[in-house]
Each structure stands twice: as structure tokens, then as C-alpha cells.
């Protein structure tokens, strides 16, 4: 039977820093290459309060925020082969469709086959699934998590085992994996190593599981609200730094600490400064400091670049460098046996119409993943 447009409860970013709002909006049937997915639940990413928040440069209104999310094919449009009805997948805003210059180069995650209608809050045919009373809702990062249903290009979804809860592998869709895929991936932390991660957020304490299932030997952990410790401490971090206890630049604390530096560092904060401080505490001729945060709109990092001539490096992580169609999947699996938990980031779960108390307690420090249930 040919799908037509239904209706969804969706929450709706009419416009930069109001709260979302509770519509009920059109959703089309998918189109050729997608797949309309039925939302079981979505994690809310510091991500989403940043575009909100008007500090994304691509942020485009009205949108519906959500990308962290897990659900069900409820329908798929002319010519998709890889998934069907029933199929539980998990979005990507980070695609892979194995025929682009940077699929096919074997050294990035991140392919840039939709990427530029994805930008524009569009499906890879240049228009919107959504609207409301005529009015088009645009797409966000290409997921739209925030709606009951969504429609996603068949490449920018991951299939993934069914015995797995989508109301916790949805974590897998953003944090989980960018925090421990960019200590696996993106720097390979080797066994032995010592590690600062700044922010204990969900992408922080994430790379706290991937420093500890890489066996680092040192943990540092570095946040400013000492109530994300307990946690971090339970995932194997080894030292707590709350930079308020020193009138120093932290990078000269930790250097101290660790005999001149750390092997690797991760900004996890979207904090400029943040960045020169993980920077600058890495060891002079090897260390490695790996940017997660995403900064605002106008900002840059800097550094005298004497710290890159003696042998610091700077680099960053998308999604943890993890290409999503064949490798979350494993991620999956081995959440299923057991490698690593996903519940200890669930301070809450809540309805969809409560998500603006999400961000709320995101705001406040008092969440690590609020978990929307549909
Ligand atoms: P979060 O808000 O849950 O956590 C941020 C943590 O940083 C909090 O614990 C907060 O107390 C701490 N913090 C804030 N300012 C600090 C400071 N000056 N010094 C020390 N600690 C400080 O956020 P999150 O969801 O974990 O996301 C973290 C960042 O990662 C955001 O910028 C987000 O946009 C980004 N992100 C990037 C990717 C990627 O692929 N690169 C993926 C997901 C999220
Ligand atoms: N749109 C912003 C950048 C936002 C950004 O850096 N996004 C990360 C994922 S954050 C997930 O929570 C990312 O993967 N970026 C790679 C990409 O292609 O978007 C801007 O500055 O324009
Ligand atoms: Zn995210
Ligand atoms: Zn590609």
C-alpha cells in the first residue's frame, strides 16, 4: 500500500531561544532513497539546546530540533533495499552512503553525499517533509528526532539488532558513541596512557568509558559542577579537577600532575578557552588533543603555535570518527553483551511535552541524558 501524509505530534522550534511547542504537523510519505521511521525515543543533546540557543551557524527555523534518537521503519519510499518495514534503526546525521570521495577514502566518517541540503534543513531533494497549515518545517541535521515520525534518506540510517531497548541504544545515535569513539577512533588511545577529558556531560563521561575499555592508566577528569563526579569516578576516571579550587590555568595543573602532560586530551564543553587549556596540557613532542565541543558562531581557538612545533597535535572528532551504517551496529552489539551500560546516563525520562523541562535541567547541570519516550 502507497504510504500517505500523516499526522504527528511533533515539538516545533518556531523560532531562536523560544521554547518548543507541541504541534500536531504533516508528515509526507517517504520519497524515493527514504524511509519514514515511528520514534520510540530520543535523547536531548547539548547540540540541540545550541542551535536553539542561535549560536549555530546552519540554524534554520522552523525546525524540528532531535537527533539522537531510536525508532522503527514505519514505511519506505521507491528503491530503498537496505531496510524495511519493522526494521529498528537508528538515525544519523552523519551518513554513509559508500560511493562519495570521503566514503570511499577509507579516512573519515564523513561523508558528504546529502551534506549540503542537510545544512539547509532539506532532504536530499531540496524540500521539507514537514509542515503545519502549509507552512514548511525544516529538517534538522537530517534526523528531526523530535517528532513522533520522521523521514530520513535510506543512507542516514543504521540498522540495528531488535533485542536492543531503542529507549537506551538512542544514545548511540550522538553521545555515547562520539565520546568513546573519539578516544577508540580518533586518537586510539593505547593501553597505559594517561588521558584529561574536559566536561562530564554525556560526550565526557562516554570518553571515560572508552579511556577505561582502552585501559588507560590515568583518568583525569575536569569539570567545573563536581556533582558529575560520582559518575565519572564509576566509569574509571582516577582524578576529579574542579578548575575553581586553582588560581592557575588548569594546563599548568595538570602538566604538574602528570609529569609534564597528558598522552591525550578531549574538549568535551564547546568552550574556546577549554580547548587552548586541553591543548596545552598535553605532553611537549606527542600529546594529542582531540576537539569535541562544538563552539559558537564567530569563535576561534588559539594558541601560541609553538605548542604544535614541539610536537602537540590538534585534531577533532565528529561522531567519534564512526562511520554509522557499518560500524554502530557493533556498537550495539556489544552494548547487548554487555561491554559498557547506557542506563547510568538516564538521570530522567520524560513525554515529549516535557521536553523543554529537558533542556531545562540541561541548563542547570542537573541532567547527563534526559530520554524522551514517544
Ligand atoms: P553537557 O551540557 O551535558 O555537558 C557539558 C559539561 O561541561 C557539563 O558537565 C558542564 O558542567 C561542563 N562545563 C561547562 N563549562 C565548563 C568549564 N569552563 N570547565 C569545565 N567544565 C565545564 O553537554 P554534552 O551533551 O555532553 O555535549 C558536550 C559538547 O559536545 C557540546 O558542545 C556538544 O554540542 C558537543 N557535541 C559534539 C559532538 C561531535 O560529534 N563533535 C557530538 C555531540 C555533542
Ligand atoms: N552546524 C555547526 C556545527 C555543528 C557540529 O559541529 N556538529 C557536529 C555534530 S554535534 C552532534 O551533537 C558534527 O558532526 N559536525 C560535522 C558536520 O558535518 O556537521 C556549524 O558550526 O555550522
Ligand atoms: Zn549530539
Ligand atoms: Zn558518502
Known amino acids: 500500500m502507497t504510504a500517505q501524509t500523516i499526522k504527528s505530534k511533533a515539538a ?4 531562536v531561544g523560544e521554547p518548543l511547542s507541541m504541534e500536531i504537523v504533516d508528515v509526507m510519505p517517504p520519497q524515493k532513497g527514504e524511509v519514514r521511521v515511528k520514534m520510540i525515543a530520543t535523547g536531548v543533546c547539548h547540540t540541540d539546546a545550541f542551535t536553539l540557543s542561535g549560536d549555530d551557524p546552519e540554524g534554520i527555523f522552523p525546525c524540528i530540533l532531535g537527533h539522537e534518537g531510536g525508532g522503527i521503519v514505519e514505511s519506505i519510499g521507491e528503491g ?3 531496510v524495511q518495514v519493522g526494521d529498528h534503526v537508528i538515525p544519523l546525521y552523519t551518513p554513509e552512503c559508500g560511493e ?3 566514503c570511499k577514502s577509507g579516512k573519515t566518517n564523513l561523508c558528504q553525499k546529502i551534506r549540503a541540503t542537510q545544512g539547509k534543513g532539506l532532504m536530499p531533494d531540496g524540500t521539507t517533509r514537514f509542515s503545519k497549515d502549509g507552512v514548511d518545517i525544516f529538517h534538522y541535521m537530517g534526523c528531526s528526532t523530535f517528532s513522533e515520525y520522521t523521514v530520513l534518506p535510506e543512507i542516514s540510517l543504521a540498522k540495528v539488532n531488535p533485542a536492543a531497548p531503542l529507549e537506551e541504544v538512542c544514545l548511540l545515535g550522538c553521545g555515547v ?13 593505547e593501553e597505559g596512557a594517561t588521558v584529561a577529558i574536559f566536561g562530564m556531560g554525556g560526550i565526557g563521561l562516554s570518553a571515560v568509558i572508552g579511556a ?3 585501559k588507560a592508566s590515568r583518568i583525569i577528569v575536569i569539570d567545573i559542577n563536581e556533582s558529575k563526579f560520582e559518575l565519572a569516578g564509576k ?5 576529579f579537577i574542579n578548575p575553581k579550587d586553582y588560581d592557575k590555568p588548569i594546563q599548568d595543573v595538570i602538566v604538574e600532575l602528570t609529569d609534564g602532560g597528558v598522552d591525550y586530551s578531549f574538549e568535551c564543553i564547546g568552550n574556546v578557552n577549554v580547548m587552548r587549556s586541553a591543548l596545552e596540557c598535553c605532553h611537549k613532542g606527542w600529546g594529542e588533543s582531540v576537539v569535541i565541543g562544538v563552539a559558537g558562531a ?9 605548542q604544535l612545533v614541539t610536537g602537540r597535535v590538534w585534531k577533532g572528532s565528529a561522531f567519534g570518527g564512526v562511520k554509522g551504517r557499518s560500524e554502530l551496529p557493533e556498537y550495539v552489539e556489544r552494548y547487548l553483551a554487555g561491554e559498557f551500560k547506557l542506563s547510568d546516563f538516564i538521570t530522567h525520562t520524560m513525554s515529549l511535552e516535557q521536553v523543554n523541562d529537558a533542556f531545562d535541567l540541561m541548563h542547570e547541570g542537573k541532567s547527563i541524558r534526559t530520554v524522551i519516550h514517544f
Open 100 to 102: 562519495c570521495k570521503f
Open 80 to 82: 530503498v533495499t537496505s
Open 12 to 15: 516545533v522550534a518556531w523560532a
Open 235 to 239: 566509569l574509571g576516571a582516577t582524578d
Open 212 to 214: 577505561t575499555m582502552a
Open 298 to 306: 564567530g569563535q576561534e581557538i588559539s594558541t601560541r603555535p609553538f
Open 177 to 189: 558513541t562520539t565520546g568513546m569513539g573519539a578516544v577508540m577512533n580518533t586518537a586510539k588511545v
